[in-house]
């Protein structure tokens, strides 16, 4: 699997469709470096937006056109993913509190039935909504499954990395302790002992 925005923070992607969703977060850009904001234009949107989308088709095995985005489609995609990440952080780390939904108004998404009998769920529309249709596909299964609590951000602030906690306990907060994890440690030792000098 190729998830460009994961890859570009080298992470590891959520399992099945999921990995979608951490794309999408990972789209943000890293602020001590000048990694671009993958939304930041039509351009990068677009492409973000196509390999995305294969790469979830791929992933979850369920049907997808491309997504054809224009100036609005890229600042709804942004709002959603700033909804989302108000929802996971507020939800691990008690940001924003009350902060709890992602508004998907306007998101089509269809259902056909399989050969086998089975519902099969699919992003309807075009633009954003199509994005978004996916995204809240993957919410659901990933809610149903009980995998949603897993996806995480860092808990740096100035880092903006979406990763899925595999911690058998479920207790990361870093998407890498090596680097965020290290850097914030070495910081709260730092005013430990200024404190206890003082």
Not at 30 to 41: A, E, H, V
Not at 55 to 79: F, I, M, N, Q, Y
Request: with cysteine; proline share 5%; hydrophobic share 35%.
């Amino acid at each position: 699997m190729a998830w460009s925005a994961c890859e570009r923070y080298a992470l590891q992607p959520a399992p099945g469709g999921l990995a979608l969703i951490q794309d999408l977060l990972n789209t943000r850009p890293r602020l001590s470096t000048k990694t671009p904001d993958l939304l930041g234009t039509v351009q990068l949107a677009q492409q973000w937006s196509d390999t995305a989308l294969r790469e979830w088709v791929e992933a979850s095995g369920r049907p997808s056109r491309k997504a054809k985005l224009g100036k609005a489609d890229v600042e709804a995609l942004r709002g959603i993913r700033s909804q989302l990440v108000s929802v996971l952080r507020g939800r691990d780390y008690g940001d924003e509190p009350g902060a709890g939904l992602v508004a998907l108004g306007g998101v089509e998404v269809g259902m056909t039935v399989t050969e086998t009998g089975m519902l099969l769920f699919e992003p309807s529309g075009s633009g954003w909504r199509r994005i978004a249709g996916a995204v809240a596909i993957e919410v659901h299964d990933a809610q149903v499954s009980n995998t949603f609590r897993r996806l995480k951000t860092c808990r740096d602030p100035r880092c903006p990395g979406g990763f899925y906690d595999r911690s058998p306990n479920n207790s990361g907060t870093w998407h890498d302790v090596r680097t965020c994890g290290n850097v914030a440690n070495l910081r709260a030792s730092r005013a430990r002992r200024r404190s206890e000098t003082a």
